[in-house]
C-alpha cells in the first residue's frame, strides 16, 4: 500500500461513471509534440557523435599548425587550441555520450561542447583577428556547421550567446588589435548575416523534413493496424464457427472445442485492442482532446473493467484502492489511453517475471492529498536498471524489442504533462515499478 497515499484524508466525493470515449478531436498545430520537437543532437548516431569528437580534437591542432607556422595570422593561441581538442576528446571519454537515443545529460553534454567549440572560439578568434579573410570564412563555415549539429532555435540562441559572451571576454581580456575599418566591418557583416540566414533556412527546413517524417511513420503504423483487422476478422469467424459445432459432440471433445473457440476468441479481442492502443497513440500524439472535469476513481475502474485481460489470473492480479476520490481537468479519452497504457506495461512486465501473478501483483491507489491527486501503479514485475529508467518516456524508444512500438509511456507523458501534473517513475532490476501520476486538484 503506497504510504503516500495512506497519510492523508480525502474529503472528496466521487464522481459518476465515464460515459463513453468521447473521439472528438481538434488539431491544434502549436500543442502538437511533434511540432514542438527541440532536438539538442541532430542524428545522434555513435558513428556520427565520435567522428565529430575525433575531428574536433585532431582539426584544432592541425589548425593551429597551419596558421602559426606554414600560414602565420596575427593571432593564434595554442592553450586555446588544446582546450578545444580537449572538448572534442569529451565526446569519446565520457560514459553515455553516444548513446542512441542520447540521454539528457548526453544532450547537455554535447550543447556545451559544441557552444564552446563553434560560437564562442570562432567569434573569440574572429574579434582576435580583426575579422580578417580567414577567420571571416572560418566563422561563416562555424555558423553552418553548427546549424546542422543541433536544433535550429537551439543554435539560434547558442550563436547569439555566444557571439555575445566572446565580444565581452575580448573587449575585457582581448589582445590589443587594430580597429576594423567601417568598411570592412559592413562587408563582414554581410557576408555573416547570408551565412547565418542560410543556416537559418537549412535549419528549418530540416526540422520540418524530420517532423514529416515522424507524421508518415505514425502514419504507417496506423495503416498496417488497420489492414490487421481482416484476418483478425476472420479468425474472429472461425472461433464462432468451433464454438457452435462444439455442442454437436458429446463428452471430453466437445468441451475442448469450446475453450478452443473461447481462447482464439479471447485472443481476437485482446489483438484488437491492442490494435486499437497503438492507433489511439499515433493519433492522438498529433491532437489536443476536450478538457473536461474527470473523476480519478471512476476512470481507473473503468478502464480496468475494460481492459481485455488474457487470463481470470491475470484480471485478478490486478487491485484497485480508491483511498478518496479526486476530480482533475483533462482529457477523457487521452487518460483513458494512459490508464490503459501503463496496465498493459504493467502486466507486460509480471509475465515477464516468469512466476503466475497473484491477486495484488498489480496494484492501483487513487487518492489526494491537498490540492494533489495520486494515480499511483505499483508492480511486482522484473522492474529495470538505472539507464533504461531514464530513456523509457523517449519517443520510439520500447524495453520490449519484439512487439513494442515506443509511444506508449512518451503519450502518457505528453497527456499528464498537458494537464499541469506530473508522471515520474521509482524502480529497480527485479523489485518491480512504481508510476506515480500527480495532478492539481480541480
Known sequence: MNEELQRAAYPLPPRAALGSISMRLRQKASDEVLQSLVEPILHPSQWRIRALGVSTMLGHPVFYAVWALWLPQPYENLFLRLLMALCGLSLL?????????????????????????????????????????????????????????????????????????????????????????????????VVLAFCWFMGLILGISSSNLRREQLHFTLGTMGI????????????????????????????????????????????????????????TNARLMRHVGNPERISAAALVRHATEAYPYRSTRERQAVVVR?????????????????????????????????SSPQPGDLLIEVGAHGQRGRIVFTDNGIGMDADLRKRIFQPFFSTDRGTGHGLGLAFCQRVVHGAHGTIRVKTAPHQGAVFTIELPVA
Open 93 to 189: 571519454v565520457i560514459p553515455g555520450v553516444t548513446a542512441s537515443p542520447p540521454t539528457r545529460g548526453a544532450a547537455i553534454i554535447f550543447s556545451g561542447i559544441f557552444w564552446i567549440t563553434l560560437p564562442w572560439f570562432f567569434s573569440w578568434m574572429y574579434f582576435c583577428n580583426s575579422g580578417n579573410a580567414v577567420w571571416l570564412a572560418s566563422l561563416g563555415a562555424a555558423l553552418l556547421i553548427y546549424y546542422h549539429l543541433t536544433d535550429w532555435r537551439l543554435a539560434t540562441l547558442g550563436w547569439a550567446t555566444g557571439m555575445l559572451v566572446a565580444w565581452l571576454a575580448f573587449e575585457t581580456f582581448g589582445p590589443p588589435t587594430p580597429d576594423m575599418s567601417l568598411e570592412r566591418s559592413l562587408t563582414n557583416m
Open 224 to 279: 498496417m493496424a488497420h489492414e490487421l483487422r481482416t484476418p483478425l476478422a476472420t479468425m474472429q469467424l472461425i472461433a464462432e464457427a468451433v464454438r457452435n459445432e462444439a455442442p454437436q459432440h458429446a463428452g471430453e471433445s466437445g468441451e475442448r472445442l469450446l475453450q478452443l473457440g473461447t481462447r482464439l476468441n479471447t485472443l481476437v479481442r485482446n489483438m484488437n485492442h491492442q490494435i486499437d492502443m497503438q492507433i
Open 322 to 354: 480508491v483511498y478518496g476520490d479526486f476530480q482533475f481537468v483533462g482529457s477523457r479519452d487521452m487518460f483513458h489511453q494512459v490508464i490503459d497504457n501503463l496496465t498493459k506495461n504493467a502486466l507486460r512486465s509480471l509475465a515477464a517475471a516468469s
